[in-house]
């Protein structure tokens, strides 16, 4: 009896901690984020060291206690978890490849190797006296092909594993996802948003004028804005076959934001299993902050592409010990320098990681110089053309964008102190065409608003600038729980290189280009960072599954329904973020209210009524002076209206645009001309933007008043749009009845996920 008795006491104590640790970390982490999130309410008391905080790092944080209340228990919930994941991680954990050297690399191919050299440094001097021959990006890639097929002889000879080793399921799967990526990136493309952000007019004109071919730049110059042109180029490449408007203009943002699921699948596959790829993969193509710059007509979207397939090449060649892959992972990373400069994030994240490599020994010093050496000559042989042409075009345009987003920038110091602040210990600088200040107090200061500033938002909703479309945390409505889930189970295996990569990918790019800029977050900035978050909830997802079934046997029966349950809530709320909450929080501007109703024109005349003092007299919509210069528009003021009704007349009718002030006046002359026929319609617009109203003669439809299933098949009407879903679909259905082939013992393994596939 002694001994039975201290039974009852040992046995429910292990039983309430098996089902606390998991329950308690996941309810503690729920909780955390509902109060982070909660909308701001500037009414409410501010606690002392609330206070404290928002006036010592700048926050101006309206309702900060609730903030700190919920990130106590984020701590708490993700310390629970941390103990939770200690022997949890799943399958796919390969050592790296050590690099066969049975082959010299120059031996068999020195020739064409320094062939292929020679020919890269005559183009670097023609590039350096701004030579502008259409013969030389042809023998740039020449000299490319050149330089890559000694390290391609080079695997071929050790017989280094390039295929992807991807199964049937695999190929199924990439090619639905492909298309169902394209059916929700490219729904109501050209209806929403129904507005242009900021200068993005700016990319459209001159993506039009390359696909018209008024305007035939040099590859390697700069473009709009101090851009690389060849961001611009892809436009208007694209905008040639898909059509020259403003629905091929952004299908040239949904192509690479969709291609993004190949490199994220096959990275996600070969570092996890099938299971996190896809959920990965459709997680990324429902977020909400994917959606934004996907159907952009911005270049923030080609980045993401070329840095996950650079970590997802680079990846690939550590494991298989492959020079070829690595080569052309530095490719594509220096294929960063020619869009949008967040693309240059690629090269940071791959040094890193491989320097930590080789600091933890995963590679051997000998192998960590001889990749980092391979992998920089990728990078230097595509990039270096655009830098040496630039630099010879205009050296300091090539390093302004950079140096102006540094956080320590007199624009940004200056908007929270003094002058004299700044110059306190040193003078004001200039650097890269930017002045710059010098103290480490305020950096300091700067850099923890920075950090809290960015981290934030993918949790907590309404602390973005305002102007990009997101009504949501950049997590998602419901992402945003499974990213800390993802998070804390990355940092519990953080030893293991594969969760090193990706946890590397999302802070440096958060860092680099957000919490180190001014006026953090910038979120327009760290667009590479989605593949990245989306694999973090897609990890996030799979360990809170885990984390379900391991409580009962019950549970574990239900996996599927488990893990599927909140994988359609994170998606379904993605898409009710972006299409039907954001357009709710997002009212028009006047004139892009003016642009979209040009674009649903049926051969109706568009007029603006203004007053003698207007603000903007000479305005023309951007779709009628851009794109659509047939139809007919005109500006009257009001007392010339008044005396010739004339423009009023047209058989097809007439569709009016006018400011509240004008109505006493304008409506009673309407009356008189068009009697029955006259509606009028009132537009909600920004804040701080004059009402508009609209009167007409005939029945019109505006953007926002399309029904759903109006729209639905409106990508239908572009017949490269068909073509393309066309193309996929055979492929799809060509893998569903293509015969299997049998495997045979001599076959290597089909998943580069498992554990047992072979390193040559």
Known sequence: MAVSSHQPRILPLRAIFRWFTPLGGGLLTGLGCFFVSRPAASEVATSTLGSRINEGLHLGMPAIDTVLLGIAFLLAGVSLLLVFFRNVSPSGNVPFARQPGRQNLFRSLWVQSLVGLGIFIWLLIRLHGLDDTPLLPWLWLLSLALIASTFLHWDLQNRVALRPFLTRPDWLWLLGLLIIGLLLTAYRLQGWPDQLMGDEGIFGSTARDVATGTFQPPLFSQGVDTFPVLSTIWQGLVMRFFGINIWGWRFASVLPGVLTVIPLYLLSRAAFNRRVAVLASLVLLTNPYFLVYARLGYTNIQPVFLVTLTLCLLYAALRRGSRFLLFLSGCTAGLGFYTYFSGRSALVIALAFLLLMGLVRQLRFKNLLATIFLFLAGVALVAAPHIVYGISQNAESMSYRLFLSFFNSVAYGGAYYPPEELVKYAPLFRWGGTELFFNLKIYLVFILRGYLQTLLPFLRPGMLWGDHYLACPLAGTFGAFFLVIGLAFSLRQIRQPRFLLFLLWFFIVITILSALNTFPPREDHMVPVVPAMALLIGLGLDAFTTLLVSVSAWLKAQRIFLLALPLVLVMGSGMVDYFVTAPRDFPQRAEDLLSWAVLDSGGESFLYVYDEAPLRPDFIPWMVFELLPDVEYHAYTLADLLEDP???????????????????????????????????????????????????????????????????????????????????????????????????????????????????
């Open 646 to 760: 004339a423009a009023l007349d047209n058989e097809r009718g007439v569709i009016l645009f006018y400011h509240a002030e004008l109505g006493p006046a304008l409506l009673p002359f309407l009356q008189d001309q068009w009697g029955a026929d006259l509606r009028t319609q009132t537009f909600p617009v920004m804040v701080g933007q004059p009402a508009l109203l609209a009167a007409m003669n005939v029945p019109f439809t505006f953007e926002r008043e399309r029904p759903f299933f109006s729209t639905l098949l409106d990508s239908f009407r572009h017949p490269g749009y068909v073509l393309l879903l066309a193309v996929l679909l055979a492929c799809f259905l060509l893998a569903v009845l293509l015969p299997v082939k049998k495997k045979t013992p001599s076959n290597p393994p089909a998943s580069p996920g498992d554990p047992t596939f072979p390193q040559i």
